[in-house]
């Protein structure tokens, strides 16, 4: 397959996904709605009482955008797309006649990623975006993130949400069910990860969990208090090295799943 | 759309198994298949529901793995060079399926995507084939089982295939749409030199669209040939129903004659007669009773039908005796 084939496949896949206004309405949904509230009730509760109420805007509200976008509901975008991007073609019963078009399924397992990659990561500009306007609009004389941290922001954020994105292709793949991928992963990530997180006498084996490793390389404190990483109940700290491994690990081992899933399934 | 060259040579058979073989557990759903599809006919693969057509469909595409045997398509060994052959290959399994939320012409652009860069030039001239230009730009939920038929076939037009497998095509179709699919069965053969297998359990709709068909029942091919000679049981028989004055007196007239192979009598002055050839008319027949004196009432050519053929075959199977080869 050379790289005119790949492109024009990813841009199939990309087709595939951005005509399904349901999974894409309910993403832009998931990521911009909750920003939005989230700014409203802050600046609705500053304006009646400043002293009492931070403003909406600021460092605070930067911080406190990042962790609704970064780590709940952009993956939880990432999930929807992610999930439709791997199940879709065997929902719809299209992979056997793509099959037969005598490419290899490898191929068609792996134009699925950047394909769902492109729309998360288009849905979560757009929420990242009204998170910087609402961080200066709602600012009200506070202090504002440095540029520096609007970008390491924006890294974090397509960082958080691509590797779930790609996990959850590599799921759908491999569970050829959309909503086997929805519930396990949500489930998982934003259900059962903040638990386990919690247990401390798990102890370090908590570094295993994807959340946290990501959380590791968030620009600011995700969980309120300092420095890197989250910090409630028993903190999980760990090496960019570990994070790094752990965060390949599980992309490694579902990617190649949903691979082996796709190359030999019956169609 | 160039129908001529596959690079594989044109010579080969367009399929061609031996001892094709797939098990589910301790079930065959195919069995030993020897199957022989020449090129540039349309090609009935006939069966009870069931009988192990898809079976064989999804094994030759890779949609599953072989138990044992050995496949070509288009002159190529599959699974070894199946990508290869399938570059010249369009097929439809079961019933066409599309993304339901895209319209046509964006489905065949996800298979043309796939299938390479020039193959987006064919998405026009496909949809123009099938009669659905009008309809591109419609959703494909809209559409109905008839229009999900044709556009199935102007995706499988996007890899100019030497050999399409329709897999069941007029399943759903009203009666002028079945009408309409053969026109485009006989039209792909006859006018673009196409080779189409057609999977059917319909016995009418294999004997009026195609020139060869393979018998299947239980997973195995229990009869393959040209289809006059499959309908008359191997080899093609002149026979002739006759009603006659004096039917001992004409039998033994038909016995003598170098003209008949074999003659028989039914009740009330029915004779039922072979014919040594197809030079031997009904006409020389006539005339020799009548000249000798024996009144002729009825003459009537037997027209061999695959029904008569198939319930034949399908009855001895059951009886569990042997089965016949017929190879065109």
Known sequence: ?267 | MDTTTDGAGAQTPAIQTSGLTKRFGERAAIDGVDLFVPRGVAFGFLGPNGAGKTTLIRTLLGLTHASAGTMHMLGHPVPAERDQALQRVGAIVEEPRFHMHLTGRENLRVVAAVRGPEVAARIEPALDRVGLSDRATDKVKSYSMGMRQRLGVARCLLADPLLLILDEPTNGLDPAGIQEFREMIRAMVEQEGRTVFVSSHLLDEVEKTCDAAAIVDRGKVVVQGAMAELAAGGKPRHELLLNVDASERALSILQGSDLVAEATAGGEGELRVVLVGEAASAAAVNAMLVGAGVGVMRLEPVRHSLEQRFLEITTRLEGHSDRTEVHA
């Open chain 1, 1 to 267: 397959m050379n790289a005119t084939v790949a492109m024009q496949m990813t841009g199939a896949d990309f087709l595939k996904l951005r005509k399904r206004w349901v999974t894409l309405i309910w993403s832009l949904v998931l990521t911009l709605l909750p920003l939005l509230l989230y700014f409203i009730i802050s600046a609705a509760q500053h304006s009646s009482s400043p002293q009492e109420h931070a403003p909406a805007g600021g460092v605070n509200g930067f911080q406190d955008s990042l962790r609704i976008l970064a780590l709940f509901f952009g993956p939880l975008a990432a999930i929807l797309v992610g999930s439709d991007a791997g199940a879709g073609d065997s929902t719809a019963g299209v992979f056997r006649d793509l099959v037969v078009t005598g490419r290899s399924r490898v191929a068609l397992f792996a134009t699925r990623v950047p394909a769902a990659l492109a729309l998360t990561w288009l849905i979560v500009i757009f929420a990242y975006a009204l998170s910087i306007v609402g961080t200066f609009a709602f600012a009200d004389g506070s202090p504002t993130p440095s540029f520096a941290d609007v970008l390491n922001g924006f890294g974090f954020t397509l960082l958080s949400t691509g590797v779930v994105c790609a996990i959850a292709v590599g799921l759908a793949s491999l569970t050829t069910s959309r909503p086997a991928t929805l519930v396990a992963l949500i489930g998982w990530q934003l259900v059962a990860s903040p638990i386990l997180t919690n247990i401390s006498s798990l102890g370090s084996a908590r570094k295993l969990v994807l959340r946290e490793a990501i959380a590791h390389f968030s620009p600011v404190n995700l969980d309120g208090g300092g420095g890197h990483g989250p910090a409630r109940g028993g903190a999980v700290t760990m090496g960019s090295a570990t994070a790094i491994v752990v965060m390949l690990v599980w992309l490694v081992v579902f990617l190649a799943l949903g691979a082996w899933r796709t190359r030999t399934m019956d169609a």
